[in-house]
Nanobody, 120 residues
Framework: QVHLVESGGGLVQAGGSLRLSCVAS????????MAWYRQAPGKQRELVAA???????NYADSVKGRFTISRDNANNTVYLQMNGLKPEDTAVYYC??????????????WGQGTLVTVSS
């Protein structure tokens, strides 16, 4: 099995910064895409940012220029640096990881979620 452990959420004032971390562990051969999603109350889960094993990135339009996703392949870790936070960024943030356990088995797993609250 593959497990994800997230950390770094919390309460911050508008304009502030937070850094989320997510570490993958378990039966992992390779990790392809690592991503962050978020779900605000009453809304659907949405992609915030993703990074491939080759470090190609894509971002939701709402966070471009404010958030930066990065990864440490050696330690199976993905980060989300969030600057210029706005109240509308308030949500539970989930880490997502896709890869291979071995040459014949793929995996996709989700973290437990970490709450980010931005006060105005």
């Amino acid at each position: 099995q593959v497990h994800l452990v997230e950390s770094g959420g919390g309460l911050v004032q508008a304009g502030g910064s937070l850094r989320l971390s997510c570490v993958a562990s378990g039966s992992i051969l390779t990790i392809n895409t690592m991503a962050w999603y978020r779900q605000a109350p009453g809304k659907q889960r949405e992609l915030v940012a993703a990074v491939t094993s080759g470090r190609s990135t894509n971002y939701a339009d709402s966070v471009k220029g404010r958030f930066t996703i990065s990864r440490d392949n050696a330690n199976n870790t993905v980060y989300l640096q969030m600057n210029g936070l706005k109240p509308e960024d308030t949500a539970v943030y989930y880490c997502n990881c896709q890869g291979r356990r071995n040459i014949s088995q793929t995996f996709e797993v989700w973290g437990q979620g970490t709450l980010v609250t931005v006060s105005s």
